[in-house]
């Protein structure tokens, strides 16, 4: 599916790895909804770019919002081809530690927001893209889900979050074979260590000590990088049901 002229659902959209994306598919021609609960950045990333943007603050985890901005999607751009999910939270705890065994409102809230708010949005955008009209190539739409090299190697304390990223790699074939009958592929970006917000907060001394684990490229993945590669799935037919990990090699020890 062609980039250009697209109509891309970004959630996440307002920072880091989805700011990247929607900078990319914008500059590619794509118009794009971004959904975020940070709305004051979220506005300001719309202002910046124009007609071809609008933003809507919805939380992923929440039906009736995404409905409500796949409504204003539509309104706004006619209909919904490719939806990014990028929302997504860390955070660290261990099985059990000096505080007792992991809180389990804690686990709840990042599986809720990971793996059930992606799986949300990506059905509910399914379902606008099921009503389009296939292209030459029988496409009617794209679905790119994040996960993380901690979905494969996760570290000591990211049982939480390793969990809900191993569930958005589980999903990718199944929801490959669910929607091949209309036209709807996806595939899923497993990201190592990116220097987003988060990683940037750390300081110049944690990222070089962290770019010194990754086998080559040695330096943390730019957020650029992140956003080509979701447009190259979303302009290759071809690739569909798979995770790609994008990580310079690198193997968390
Ligand atoms: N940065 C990395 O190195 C890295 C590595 C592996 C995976 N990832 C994954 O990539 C994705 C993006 O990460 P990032 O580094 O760009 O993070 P980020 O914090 O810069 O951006 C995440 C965005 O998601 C939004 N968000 C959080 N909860 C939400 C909710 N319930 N509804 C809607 N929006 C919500 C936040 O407001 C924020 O703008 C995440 O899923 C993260 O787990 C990041």
């Known amino acids: 599916m062609k980039i250009s002229n697209a109509v891309a659902v970004v959630t996440g959209g307002a920072s880091g790895l989805g700011e990247a994306t929607v900078r990319n598919f914008v500059e590619g021609g794509a118009k794009v909804a971004i959904f975020d609960m940070n709305a004051a950045k979220g506005e300001q990333l719309a202002a910046e770019l124009g007609r071809s943007v609008v933003f809507r603050k919805v939380d992923v985890t929440d039906e009736a919002a995404v409905r409500a901005g796949l409504d204003a999607a ?49 059905r509910l955008a399914a379902e606008r893209m099921a009503a389009n009209e296939p292209n030459e190539d029988g496409e009617r739409g794209v679905i790119v889900n994040t996960a993380s090299v901690a979905a494969f190697d996760g570290q000591k304390g990211q049982v939480a979050y390793s969990a809900s990223k191993g569930g958005i790699v589980g999903m990718t074939l199944p929801v490959a074979r669910d929607l091949a009958f209309y036209g709807i592929r996806i595939c899923t970006i497993a990201p190592g260590l990116f220097l987003t917000p988060l990683f940037e907060a750390l300081g110049e001394k944690v990222v070089e000590q962290l770019s010194a684990q990754v086998t080559f490229p040695r330096r943390l993945g730019r957020p650029a990088e992140y956003g080509a590669l979701a447009r190259h799935i979303v302009e290759s037919p071809y690739l569909n049901g798979e995770t790609i990990r994008l990580d310079g090699a690198i193997r968390l020890p």
């Open 74 to 122: 539509v309104g706004a751009f006619g209909r919904v081809d490719v939806n990014v999910n990028c929302a997504g939270i860390g955070m660290a705890m261990k099985t059990m530690g000096k505080e007792g065994p992991h809180d389990l409102g804690v686990y709840r809230k990042v599986l809720e927001i990971n793996l059930i708010g992606t799986f949300n949005v990506l």
